[in-house]
C-alpha cells in the first residue's frame, strides 16, 4: 500500500483515506455468503455517502470487481471505481525475463501492466494463482498447487497486481515474486 501511495504522489493523484476502512464484502459473496455481503455493501455505501465519495481507487482487483459488481447504481451510489494500476499507465519499467500474473478479478487490466512492463511475457503466468474466491483458506494444498503452476518451472520472475496473488504465490517460492507497485516505487519510476 504505501508502494502504491508513493506513485499515486509521483503521479500528483490526491486522494483521501477513510479511517477504520472496511472490507468491500468480495469474499463473503465468492464463498457464498450473499446475506453477510450484502449487509457489508449496504453499511459501506452508507459510510460512502456520509463521506461524500465519488471515486474509489483500490489496489485489490477484487475490491475493483466489488465495487463495480456490487456497489455501483445501488441506493443511488454511483461512484468512478479506478484499480490504482490504471492511474500508472505511462510509466515504464523495461525489464527482461518478468512473466505477469494477471489476477481473476482484473484480467482485463493486462494490457495497462504489459504496456507498463514491455519486457514481460505476453503470456499470462497462469490462469489462477490459488488465492482466490476463499481457496486458499477452505484448501491449502489446492491453493499451493495452482500457484506452483505460476512458476511452471521457470526461473523468471512473477510480478502481479493483486495483493491476493502475491501472497500466495510468495508462500510457495519467497523471493520468486514481486508485486507492481512495489516493483516501480523501488526501481523510482
Known amino acids: 500500500l504505501a508502494a502504491a501511495e508513493s506513485l499515486l504522489a509521483r503521479r500528483g493523484i490526491t486522494y483521501g483515506l477513510m479511517d477504520d476502512e ?9 464463498l457464498g455468503d450473499l446475506a453477510a455481503g450484502s449487509e457489508i455493501v449496504k453499511s ?5 455517502k456520509e463521506a461524500g465519495v465519488r471515486r474509489i481507487i483500490t489496489v485489490c482487483p477484487g475490491c475493483y470487481a466489488a465495487f463495480n459488481r456490487y456497489y455501483k447504481g445501488k441506493d443511488g451510489f454511483d461512484p468512478e471505481v479506478v484499480l490504482a494500476v490504471d492511474l500508472l499507465d505511462g510509466m515504464r519499467y523495461a525489464s527482461e525475463g518478468l512473466v505477469v500474473q494477471d489476477p481473476c478479478h ?5 494490457a495497462v501492466v504489459r504496456r507498463i512492463l514491455p519486457g514481460a511475457s505476453n503470456k499470462n503466468a497462469s490462469p489462477c494463482c490459488g488465492a482466490g474466491a476463499g481457496v486458499v483458506a477452505h484448501d491449502q494444498l489446492l491453493a499451493e498447487s ?39 516505487a523501488e526501481n523510482g519510476c
Open 44 to 48: 459501506n455505501i452508507a459510510r460512502f
Open 22 to 30: 472496511p472490507c468491500c464484502g468480495n469474499i463473503l459473496f465468492n
Open 106 to 110: 482484473a484480467k482485463e487490466k493486462g
Open 146 to 184: 495452482k500457484a506452483l503452476k505460476a512458476f511452471n518451472g521457470g526461473t523468471a520472475k512473477v510480478v502481479t497486481y493483486c495483493p491476493f496473488c502475491y501472497s500466495n504465490l510468495n508462500t510457495v517460492k519467497p523471493g520468486a515474486v514481486a508485486d507492481i507497485y512495489v516493483l516501480l
